[in-house]
């Protein structure tokens, strides 16, 4: 599908994002194991997630969709049942990866595979310290499709090598089957839904912050250690609401700071200080950003209302721990810093060549379509504005974030811009261009 979008006068006006893709794919894993009925209420309905779906109704569970309610008959840790036929996982790295965890420990086996894209990314990752904890999993030359066999785990301690959520929740699903302590160190920290879920269903897990303060002054880095000792008893059955992805929200939060007659108000949006690098890489850039934090609900994520305003932008460098807690955000950062004065810099960003598409290489090649100053580096970019970006022909690659990132590019340049394979937004956000175009018809052809 082409998307052309035109550029509006003012952008304003009040949103809800979709839910949060990564606490659906959570609920829905974790709501499967659970003993007794989960309700995961506001959950997305989208590429990813129809996925994880899929595969826990494959493996037994009984799992009803009515309005934006997902409701789950757990049927406890070892309740689920071998699937007939091969686990597809599409283009969901999520629910791959947590799945080979969460598969491992089980007295049948299972093959998980998706899409050509998902089998393009790397898994060796997940195999390699499941294997450590006694899984029978081998991978294909590092990448699906995952071939399980029933194994007895055993717990261990690990230190990420990769600063990885979807790592340390495989081997934290992992953990649940294993006998004896699993204790995993995560030297940057990095989205911890799992953790929380895991916690409100009443999995014993211990977090601590390793003291940075005993470390020499030149190498002091505090790292955060779960502990997780398989439960003795079953995990209890939750309800929880899911707020708006912060990282579908992004995208309009950076329109509203980068589009010089905006006033936007994004309603009900996820939080959790893990996922909300961006905000504070846009205030240190001069955004005006105001926010109403309100208590957490069932799950115990934080949410709030988030208000803003356009503003003159200027560059910043990003790098170390902030870049896992904004990982997903950097195409539309990108965008952001096309319109900042002076130089941005992203590095320690090499994960980005591994996500849905290589978005340093692809950034840098669609981004100069528009006429953007944006420069690779091995491990991010550095982009040099402000610049008036023109509307061009971009590709977004098959990449959600890619396509919306570009769509936000669109609405600040001169004249049209066409996105080809605009479809791809399904993956995590299948209404994008409706919503762009309740807040600006005129953007949307
Ligand atoms: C996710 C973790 C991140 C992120 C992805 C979702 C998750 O991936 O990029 O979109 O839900 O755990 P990595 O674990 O590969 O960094």
Same mark, same amino acid.
């Given at each position: 599908?082409?998307?052309?979008?035109?550029?509006?006068?003012?952008?304003?006006? %009040?949103?809800?994002?979709?839910?949060?893709?990564?606490?659906?794919?959570?609920?829905?894993?974790?709501?499967?194991?659970?003993?007794?009925?989960?309700?995961?209420?506001?959950?997305?309905?989208?590429?990813?997630?129809?996925?994880?779906?899929?595969?826990?109704?494959?493996?037994?569970? @009984?799992?009803?969709?009515?309005?934006?309610?997902?409701?789950?008959?757990?049927?406890?840790?070892?309740?689920?049942?071998?699937?007939?036929?091969?686990?597809?996982?599409?283009?969901?790295?999520?629910?791959?990866? $947590?799945?080979?965890?969460?598969?491992?420990?089980?007295?049948?086996?299972?093959? $998980?595979?998706? %899409?050509?894209?998902?089998?393009?990314? !790397?898994?060796?990752?997940?195999?390699?310290?499941?294997?450590?904890?006694?899984?029978?999993?081998?991978?294909?030359?590092?990448?699906?499709? $995952?071939?399980?066999?029933?194994?007895?785990?055993?717990?261990?301690?690990?230190?990420?090598?990769?600063?990885?959520?979807?790592?340390?929740?495989?081997?934290?699903?992992?953990?649940?089957?294993?006998?004896?302590?699993?204790?995993?160190?995560?030297?940057?920290?990095?989205?911890?839904?799992?953790?929380?879920?895991?916690?409100?269903?009443?999995?014993?897990?211990?977090?601590?912050?390793?003291?940075?303060?005993?470390?020499?002054?030149?190498?002091?880095?505090?790292?955060?250690?779960?502990?997780?000792?398989?439960?003795?008893?079953?995990?209890?059955?939750?309800?929880?609401?899911?707020?708006?992805?912060?990282?579908?929200?992004?995208?309009?939060?950076?329109?509203?700071?980068?589009?010089?007659?905006?006033?936007?108000?994004?309603?009900?949006?996820?939080?959790?200080?893990?996922?909300?690098?961006?905000?504070?890489?846009?205030?240190?850039?001069?955004?005006?950003?105001?926010?109403?934090?309100?208590?957490?609900?069932?799950?115990?994520?934080?949410?709030?209302? $988030?208000?803003? %305003?356009?503003?003159?932008?200027?560059?910043?460098?990003?790098?170390?721990?902030?870049?896992?807690?904004?990982?997903?955000?950097?195409?539309?950062?990108?965008?952001?810093?096309?319109?900042?004065?002076?130089?941005?810099?992203?590095?320690?960003?090499?994960?980005?060549?591994?996500?849905?598409?290589?978005?340093?290489?692809?950034?840098?090649?669609?981004?100069?379509?528009?006429?953007?100053?944006?420069?690779?580096? !091995?491990?991010?970019?550095?982009?040099?504005?402000?610049?008036?970006?023109?509307?061009? @022909?971009?590709?977004?690659?098959?990449?959600?974030?890619?396509?919306?990132?570009?769509?936000?590019?669109?609405?600040?340049?001169?004249?049209?811009?066409?996105?080809?394979?605009?479809?791809?937004?399904?993956?995590?956000?299948?209404?994008?261009?409706?919503?762009?175009?309740?807040?600006? !018809?005129?953007?949307?052809?």
């Amino acid at each position: 599908m082409d998307q052309s979008i035109h550029p509006p006068r003012q952008l304003a006006g %009040s949103l809800r994002a979709p839910s949060d893709r990564s606490m659906t794919v959570r609920g829905v894993l974790l709501g499967s194991l659970a003993d007794g009925v989960c309700r995961v209420e506001e959950y997305l309905d989208s590429d990813d997630t129809r996925a994880a779906i899929n595969i826990m109704r494959q493996l037994g569970i @009984v799992i009803e969709q009515r309005e934006q309610t997902l409701t789950l008959h757990g049927r406890g840790l070892r309740g689920l049942t071998p699937a007939r036929d091969t686990l597809y996982c599409d283009s969901s790295g999520t629910t791959m990866r $947590l799945l080979a965890g969460l598969l491992a420990g089980q007295s049948f086996g299972s093959i $998980l595979d998706g %899409s050509a894209q998902l089998r393009r990314r !790397p898994m060796r990752r997940v195999t390699e310290p499941l294997a450590r904890m006694g899984a029978r999993i081998t991978d294909t030359a590092g990448c699906a499709p $995952l071939r399980i066999e029933p194994a007895a785990l055993r717990g261990i301690a690990y230190t990420l090598p990769i600063a990885s959520a979807q790592i340390k929740s495989a081997l934290l699903l992992a953990a649940l089957y294993a006998e004896g302590d699993t204790r995993i160190e995560e030297p940057v920290v990095t989205r911890d839904h799992t953790e929380r879920l895991m916690a409100a269903m009443g999995v014993p897990i211990a977090r601590h912050t390793t003291d940075a303060s005993s470390q020499s002054p030149l190498n002091r880095q505090s790292s955060i250690v779960n502990h997780v000792t398989p439960p003795s008893r079953a995990l209890q059955p939750v309800d929880l609401r899911v707020p708006a992805d912060f990282s579908s929200a992004a995208f309009f939060l950076v329109a509203g700071c980068a589009h010089p007659q905006a006033r936007l108000r994004l309603t009900d949006v996820g939080l959790n200080p893990t996922r909300t690098g961006l905000l504070d890489a846009l205030r240190d850039m001069g955004a005006q950003i105001e926010t109403e934090a309100r208590a957490p609900d069932a799950g115990n994520e934080p949410a709030g209302n $988030l208000t803003i %305003s356009s503003a003159a932008l200027r560059g910043v460098t990003v790098g170390g721990e902030q870049v896992a807690r904004m990982i997903d955000e950097f195409p539309v950062f990108a965008v952001a810093a096309t319109q900042a004065q002076g130089t941005t810099v992203v590095r320690d960003a090499e994960e980005l060549r591994v996500k849905e598409s290589n978005r340093i290489d692809g950034l840098v090649e669609e981004l100069r379509k528009m006429g953007a100053r944006i420069e690779a580096t !091995p491990d991010g970019f550095i982009v040099e504005g402000p610049t008036r970006l023109r509307g061009a @022909v971009v590709d977004g690659r098959g990449d959600h974030r890619m396509a919306m990132a570009l769509a936000v590019a669109a609405l600040v340049a001169d004249g049209e811009t066409v996105i080809t394979g605009a479809e791809c937004v399904s993956k995590t956000y299948p209404g994008f261009f409706n919503d762009l175009a309740a807040l600006c !018809p005129e953007a949307v052809a």
